[in-house]
């Protein structure tokens, strides 16, 4: 009980710290952010209820001692069938989906009755599950982060904490003379597409930007949000990928993220990198069944459409992040020869090849740029030829652990000190 008790007071304690240093002020109407939310403020989404939500979840959790009440096969099993539960919802909702998408089914209410019943039923069975499941993982990735030396008195500061749940989007926007995250708002997760490429029309007319609403795997809030998923292995790497952002926070480098573009690549690719590794660990150590299994990775927390549809592969190998690399070193060619509307054209001309090679993106612009190629954990792709990565790898490359990269880079202020530590 004792234990319980301070467990929740430092969630209590940490929770208080992280809130302060999210700033939810009011900055000034110039402020190029602000100029965005003019176009977003009656769609955005509401971090602050979602997050007292959550770590009202948290609290219960622990006060009952989860997931310390169950035994090892126990907590295995509650993983297995959260894991089972959701891909049966998932499924059910690609159901409601087709039904609402189908003109020939007038009656939708009737035709969809025995899909939403199913899908409630699941859906109160999922809310029974999920504390169990999120418990065991984060206890799980939590023995990982001690054995890795990721720890304060032998606890991770602050605590693994994470929520599954349905993700807001993102509209990010980007000057169109060169490719820069300038906005990256969050905005609420039931907008259609038609919705969302007519928010893009009136940011981009507006204010003369490129702009596009992008899905998100993971919010690095706290407790931190992470997409809904059947893939254990990207679930993990997500978890953990979430918590260095909440470690990073408390430090320099996460503290100064939004400061310059080399900053939010480096907070992002460390984030990537480490939460890779911890995933890893978790599945060797808990899950060795999974070990071997062949699994695709998905493009962690940014969830990029790295992967072709099945269904329109082409024939021949298609080689996705070098051919995206091409395209990011070619755009960023043209436009530093001021040739913007010859970059916007070229940029269609290479999402209708990617397209054909099974890809299906809806736009390829300085804003997908912008986003993606931050996460720059693995040569090429989106990032083209940006130093900030590879500098970002090398550094893991010559630390001796995890913990030791994820330490001296956490205290970075500047991509210079990055490069200046790299060529020591």
Known sequence: MFNRIVRGLEMGITLLILALLVNYGNPSLSDP????????RQIEFNYVTWMANAAMLKLRSASIGVPYTLNNSAQKQAVTEYFRVTRAILEKEYQLEQIYADAAILDKESASASVREELALQQARQSELAPFAEAVLQDQVSQILAELGLTALGEPLPNVLYHSTALPMALIVSPRDRIEQTANISINMDITVDEQAA??????KGLNSSSLVVHIGGVGVYPTMVMRSTDMRWMLSTVAHEWIHNYLTLRPLGILYS???ELRTMNETTASIAGNEIG?????RFYPELKSASHPRPGLISVPFDRAQPATLSQTTFDFRGEMRETRVNVDALLAEGKIEEAEAYMEERRLMFLSNGYLFRKINQAYFAFFGAYADSPGGAAGEDPVGPAVRALREQSGSLADFVNTISWMTSFEQLQKTVNQ
Not at 33 to 40: L, M, Q
Not at 199 to 204: G, H, I, P, T
């Open 199 to 204: 928010l893009e029309s009136r940011v981009d």
């Open 280 to 284: 890893e660990l978790v599945i060797e």
């Open 33 to 40: 952010i602000e100029k965005v939310r003019a176009y977003t």
């Open 259 to 261: 400061n310059t573009p």
